[in-house]
């Protein structure tokens, strides 16, 4: 292998790795104010990159992908007042089973409104044969913006939750609901704020992502399965172990599209997610009582 090819396998890993990294960073949001794992995740990001796509004839490129991740948001708190706020201490099983539902609805849905064709959004600067020189390889702008999406991302939910007086509420609803709620913080608003902001994080990458991955109905259910993935590997609730996870896994399918066929990529993440529940189900970052996998 040449040193541009490694370099090419390289950035590809690491663009799909940090896409990973944020629909996991998506799936800790929630189970950290909840303890409910949301299988829907992969859906907020499908809806982001397919609202953004229908609003693009009518608006700007930016206005259509802010309203996008707006009404991504408001989708998500729809979905936690509608079908979670009212279940009073429900199992893990159950929550699993309703997430489920839900994802299946939110992807049918898609189907009836946009139908099984793929789009996609227009790159961001340049266009689709534009590509930057990087240690000898040839790269496309759109995956600088996904890796700096993901980073501004880790770096603005890191200011988030340590300055700011909602930040630190959310904290304190993870760290102990009950306690919270003896303290005055509403928890049920916050873990209503935990599924918009998961939402909102979601299409954000929808978007961003669009224009190298395409986007489509079904798309949620592949993101949702490397997405929980990467939330396991790092350590279930660590939400920046999630993007050092992330990476790994983007780099090892990359890389492993060299050696086996490509009709093995996907596998590979079902097989590090059995590997890691069996030998190490507290993740590679995570304590054995901090991932909270004993409800399992």
């Known amino acids: 292998m040449t ?6 396998y390289l950035f590809a890993g690491i663009t799909y790795g940090a896409i990973y990294a944020i629909v996991a960073i998506g799936f800790n949001i929630i189970y950290n104010a909840t303890g409910i794992i949301n299988f829907a995740q992969g859906e907020f990001v499908m809806l982001g990159g397919m609202i953004s796509i229908t609003l693009l004839p009518i608006m ?5 992908i802010t309203t996008a991740v707006m009404l991504t948001m408001v989708f998500g708190a729809l979905l936690e007042i509608c079908f979670i706020r009212w279940l009073e201490n429900p ?8 997430t489920i539902g839900l994802s299946i609805l939110t992807r049918e849905a898609a189907l009836h409104i946009w139908g099984e064709s793929i789009r996609s959004l227009p790159y961001f600067i340049g266009d689709e044969v534009m590509t930057v020189a990087l240690f000898g390889a040839r790269i496309s702008p759109q995956v600088l913006w996904v890796i700096g999406a993901c980073g501004l991302m880790v770096i603005g ?3 988030f939750f340590q300055t700011t007086s909602v930040g630190r509420e959310m904290r304190a609803c993870a760290a102990n609901r009950r306690a919270a709620l003896l303290c005055g913080i509403n ?3 916050m873990v209503t704020l935990s599924f918009m902001l998961s939402a909102g994080i979601g299409a954000l990458a929808g978007c961003v992502m669009s224009p190298i991955t395409s986007t489509q109905y079904d798309i949620g259910t592949g993101l949702a399965i490397k997405g929980f993935t990467v939330a396991i590997l790092g350590g279930l ?3 920046m172990a999630a993007v050092g996870a992330g990476l790994l896994l983007g780099i090892l399918e990359a890389f492993s599209v060299s050696v086996l066929p490509l009709a093995f990529k996907d596998a590979i993440a079902i097989a590090i997610l059995l590997l890691i529940l069996f030998f190490r189900p507290h993740g590679l970052f995570g304590s054995r009582t901090a991932a909270g996998l004993k409800e399992f």
């Open 237 to 239: 609730g660590n939400a």
């Open 3 to 8: 040193a541009e090819l490694f370099v090419q």
């Open 60 to 64: 700007p490129l930016w206005l259509a």
């Open 187 to 189: 928890t049920r608003n």
């Open 157 to 159: 939910l890191n200011i």
């Open 91 to 98: 199992s893990v099983l159950r929550m699993i089973i309703i």
